[in-house]
């Protein structure tokens, strides 16, 4: 759509007006959330069959994190900065309306498994809550890219850190028990989840970076630029030449 409007610019009168709503590059973020489990009653723990009326308490978002791509700059939010937590500390509401315009404002979506869980996971919650879906953002997701590219010893987001050597690497925890006291109410246990959401999507963004010249099909990113300079389609730079 950007490049259209840019291309249709001489055809109209307002010319400066309507070159002012066009973004000058792609806005491109790393997202990651973190998410309760569900609560139910089971007979036994080995594949166990939870029919919906076992079902105490559904799903929802506790977190989620988010890294500008150029600068680095990480925005994450938990249940824990509303005041709705003192009412109910598993309402995810006031925190989807966050995550929606952060989504609604992104052109690009970096995440790790972002297709299969991370976007319909946060769609099913916006869903939920009765919101309409935001603008059209493209999703990419480096756990595809790394299955279709490469034969890893593991495509976890830590593994692959490690085998790439990025800058960031991804934070351990301290397992299930934090999972357990976030959804117990415990604000210092929501603290120390959101340091560890955060620093999945440095180690997110140092990751993608590594690998962005082997995702295929990834956004052209130079079509989102005012100009008509000759750029590079996976990161945007101008720094390109004809390979003899």
């Excluded at 680095?72 to 249940?79: A, F």
Aim: aromatic share 12%; net charge negative; glycine share 4%.
């Amino acid at each position: 759509n950007d490049f259209l409007a840019r291309e249709t610019l001489s055809k109209i009168d307002s010319v400066v007006e309507i070159t002012s709503q066009i973004k000058d590059g792609p806005v491109i973020k790393v997202v990651d959330v973190e998410t309760s489990p569900e609560i139910a009653y089971s007979f036994r723990r080995f594949k166990a069959f939870i029919s919906p009326e076992q079902v105490i308490k559904r799903g929802y978002l506790l977190s989620y994190s988010s890294a500008d791509l150029h600068t680095g700059e990480v925005e994450g939010r938990n249940l824990t900065n509303y005041d709705l937590f003192d009412i109910d500390h598993t309402d995810d509401y006031a925190m989807c309306l966050d995550l929606w315009q952060l989504l609604d404002d992104a052109d690009i979506v970096v995440a790790h498994n972002g297709v299969k869980f991370d976007r319909a996971y946060i769609n099913q919650r916006f869903a939920y809550h009765g919101m309409k879906p935001p603008s059209t953002y493209v999703v990419v997701d480096t756990l595809k890219a790394a299955k279709k590219q490469f034969a890893l010893p593991s495509n976890a987001l830590k593994e692959m850190c490690l085998y790439f050597e990025t800058e960031n690497f991804k934070l351990d925890n301290e397992g299930f028990p934090l999972w357990k006291a976030c959804c117990e109410g415990d604000r210092d246990a929501f603290g120390r989840m959101q340091t560890y959401n955060d620093g999945d999507v440095l180690s997110l963004r140092d990751l993608y970076l590594k690998l962005l010249a082997w995702i295929p099909q990834h956004p052209n990113v130079s079509a989102f630029y005012k100009d008509e300079v000759c750029r590079c389609p996976r990161c945007g730079s101008t720094d390109v030449g004809i390979v003899e």
